[in-house]
C-alpha cells in the first residue's frame, strides 16, 4: 500500500493505493469521486508524461501503476478536459445560446423596420397598419415623429415581453423588455408621463428577475421599483382618481399593484428590511385575496356565454359585482366588434391608398384630403394623383386641378400609367401560359384574339387554330387620353415623367423577415387594452405566502437576510 499526491483538479492525497493492481481507469475514478466529475474528463499527468489508461504490456494486458512507473508519495497532476458527452452538451448549448441571439437580433431589426413604416405616415407594404391607440380605441399623435416611432417600437417590444412571460421564458422576455425601455428612453420623457407603459415595463423585468431568482439584480430591482411605482402614481393620478375616472369606476389595476407589492416586499426582505417588507407583502396578500374569484360568481357569468378567462378578468375588475362583470364584457364585445369594423375599413383604405402610390418623399395619399377633393366634383383618381404629386398640400393640388394645362397633363400620366399596369399584367400572364409548354408567338397571338385567359387556352389547345399574329387587328387596352374628361388633346404638353409609374411600395427592394414581422404582428392583434393589467395571480400567491413565512421566521430568530 502507497500514498499518491494529487494536485490540479483536486488536491488531497490518496491512501492504500496498491501499484500492482490498479490502472489509470481506476485511479481517474477515485480522483473523480472526489473531485465530483466524471472520470472520462481527467487527464492525467506525472513525470512530464500524460498517463494513457489503454497502454498495455508484452502480453497485451493494461498496465498497473508500477508497470508506468509510479512510486510511493508520486505526484501526479489532475486536468480537466472535455468528455465527449459534454463537448456536444456544450456544442448544443452554443448552437442554442447562436440561435437564440440570432431570433433577438432578427426581433429588434423587424421592430425598428415596422416602426419606421408605419410611424410617419409612408404607405405600409402590408395590408395593415400598426397604429398607437389610448385604452378607448382612439388613435393617438404622440410629440414628434421620432418619439411616435420610439414609442411604437416599446408598446412592440413590451407586447412581445409579455407573450413571453406568459410563456415562461422569462430569460429572453428580459433581453426583450430590455430593448423596449430602450426604445422608450429615444422618446421625449413629457410625451410619457402620462401613460403608466413604461412603469408597466419596469415592473415586469423586475418579475423576470425574481423568477430567474437571480440575487445579483437586487440593487437595479428596487431602483426599478422605485421609478415604477412613481410613474404609476404619475399617470393614475393621486389616490388612483385619474384611472377611476378613464375607467368608469372599475378597478383593473389590482393585480398589478399586487405583484408591485409583492416584488418591494422581496426586495426589502432581502436588504434586511423586515417591516418594511412585512407590511408590502400584507398589502399585496390583501389585495390577492380581494382578487378570489367565486365559484359561484364565476358560474354564473359563464352562463351567461362568457369564456372562463374573460369572465375572471370581469369580475376582478369589477370588485367582484355580478352585475357590473357583465355589463363590462358586453361593453367589450362591442368595442371588439366595433374595432373589426374598423380594422377592415383601414384595410380597405390601405388597398385604395395602394393603387394612388406614394409621394415624392414616399407618403401614402391622405384619404381625408382626397375625400374633401371628391366632395366638391373634382374626379378620384385625378385628384389623388393631384395630391400624390403634392405632399398632400390640399391647396397646391387645387391649383394643379383648376389649371387646365396641369390638369390635363396629370389625366395624360394617369392613363400611361393605366396602360403600363395593364402591359405589365398581361406580360406576367403571357409568362405563365409560355410556362406551360406553349410557343411564345402562339400565346401572344392568342391573347391579342381572346382577351382573357380562358379564351387563351381555348384557343390555344383548339385542334386546327390559326394564331397568326394578326397586327392590324390589334386595338388599344384603354381609352385613348382625347376621350378623357375635360377633353384634354394628344398633343398637350406633357411633364417629363409621364411614362414613370408612380412608386409602388410593393415593388420596392428592401430586405424584410416577413416571418418575424408577421409574429410581432400577432402578438398587437390579440392583445387588448387591458392586457397589462390582466394578470394571472397564482404565483403571486405563492410567492406571497413564502416571503410572509421567511419575514416572519427572521423576525422571530432576530437574523439578518442581506442577500440571502
Known amino acids: 500500500m502507497v500514498k499518491l499526491k494529487i494536485a490540479g483538479l483536486w488536491v488531497g492525497v490518496i491512501e492504500d493505493v496498491e501499484l500492482e493492481n490498479w490502472t489509470i481507469p481506476m485511479l481517474k475514478e477515485e480522483i473523480a469521486k472526489r473531485s465530483n466529475c466524471t472520470s472520462d474528463s481527467i487527464k492525467l499527468i506525472c513525470g512530464g508524461k500524460v498517463l494513457k489508461e489503454d497502454t498495455v504490456d508484452d502480453e497485451g494486458k493494461v498496465q498497473n501503476l ?12 489532475a486536468n480537466r478536459v472535455t468528455s465527449p458527452q459534454e463537448g456536444n452538451s456544450i456544442k448544443q448549448h452554443m448552437i442554442a445560446e447562436e440561435e437564440r441571439s440570432t431570433r433577438l437580433t432578427r426581433l429588434k431589426t423587424a421592430v425598428t423596420a415596422l416602426a419606421e413604416r408605419h410611424a410617419d405616415g409612408s404607405l405600409p407594404i402590408e395590408d395593415f397598419n400598426i397604429e398607437v391607440e389610448d385604452q378607448n380605441g382612439q388613435k393617438v399623435r404622440l410629440g414628434s415623429e421620432t418619439d411616435q416611432r ?14 413571453l412571460i406568459r410563456q415562461g421564458n422569462y430569460k429572453d422576455s428580459l433581453e426583450v423588455l430590455s430593448m423596449g425601455e430602450e426604445a422608450f428612453s429615444l422618446c421625449d420623457p413629457k410625451v410619457l408621463e402620462l401613460v403608466d407603459n413604461v412603469p408597466i415595463l419596469q415592473i415586469d423585468i423586475v418579475w423576470c428577475y425574481f423568477m430567474i431568482r437571480d440575487i445579483r439584480w437586487l440593487a437595479d430591482a428596487g431602483k426599478r421599483l422605485e421609478m415604477a411605482r412613481a410613474g404609476i402614481e404619475r399617470a393614475h393620478g393621486k389616490d388612483l382618481l385619474r384611472l377611476r375616472l378613464l375607467q368608469g369606476g372599475r378597478y383593473p389595476e389590482l393585480a398589478l399593484h399586487l405583484r408591485l407589492e409583492l416584488l418591494e416586499g422581496v426586495v426589502a426582505y432581502h436588504n434586511g428590511q423586515l417591516e418594511k417588507s412585512r407590511k408590502a407583502l400584507a398589502s399585496a396578500k390583501a389585495k390577492f385575496v380581494k382578487l378570489q ?3 359561484e360568481a364565476l358560474s354564473f357569468v359563464m352562463s351567461m356565454g362568457f369564456g372562463e378567462r374573460e369572465a375572471k378578468r370581469a369580475l376582478r375588475m369589477n370588485n367582484q359585482d355580478v352585475s357590473s362583470a357583465i355589463d363590462f364584457l358586453a361593453e ?15 384595410r380597405d383604405e390601405i388597398k ?25 366634383g373634382f374626379g378620384k383618381e385625378l385628384a389623388a394623383e393631384a395630391l400624390r404629386r403634392n405632399e398632400n398640400d390640399t391647396q397646391k393640388a387645387l391649383d394643379d386641378l383648376t389649371n387646365p394645362e396641369t390638369s390635363s397633363a396629370i389625366q395624360v400620366h394617369i392613363e400611361s400609367r393605366k396602360r403600363k399596369r395593364q402591359k405589365q399584367a398581361r406580360d406576367a400572364e403571357i409568362e405563365n401560359v409560355v410556362g406551360m409548354g406553349f410557343e411564345r408567338s402562339k400565346v401572344v397571338a392568342a391573347f391579342e384574339i381572346g382577351g382573357s385567359l380562358e379564351t387563351v387556352l381555348q384557343l390555344l389547345t383548339a385542334p386546327e387554330a390559326d394564331l397568326a ?14 376621350a378623357l374628361q375635360g377633353g384634354a388633346s394628344s398633343s398637350a404638353t406633357l411633364p417629363d415623367d409621364v411614362g414613370a409609374d408612380v412608386p409602388d411600395p410593393m415593388n420596392e427592394v428592401e430586405e424584410r423577415d416577413v416571418e418575424m414581422e408577421k409574429e410581432l404582428s400577432e402578438d398587437i392583434a390579440n392583445a387588448d387594452a387591458l392586457d397589462d393589467y390582466d394578470i394571472e395571480i397564482t404565483l403571486e400567491g405563492e410567492a406571497i405566502t413564502e416571503y410572509l413565512t421567511l419575514v416572519g421566521s427572521a423576525s422571530s430568530s432576530g437574523k439578518m437576510v442581506i442577500s440571502q
Open 66 to 77: 508500477t508497470q508506468l512507473g509510479i512510486k510511493n508519495n508520486s505526484k501526479i497532476l
Open 150 to 163: 420610439a414609442v411604437m417600437m416599446g408598446l412592440m417590444l413590451l407586447a412581445k415581453g409579455k407573450h
Open 293 to 295: 374569484v367565486s365559484d
Open 332 to 346: 367589450e364585445k362591442t368595442k371588439k366588434r366595433q374595432q373589426q369594423e374598423e380594422d377592415i375599413r383601414r
Open 352 to 376: 385604395e391608398q395602394k393603387r394612388y402610390g406614394m409621394t415624392p418623399s414616399k407618403k401614402a395619399v391622405d384619404i381625408e384630403r382626397l375625400n374633401e377633393l371628391v366632395s366638391i
Open 469 to 482: 399574329p394578326a397586327a392590324d387587328n390589334i386595338q388599344p387596352a384603354v381609352n385613348s387620353p382625347t
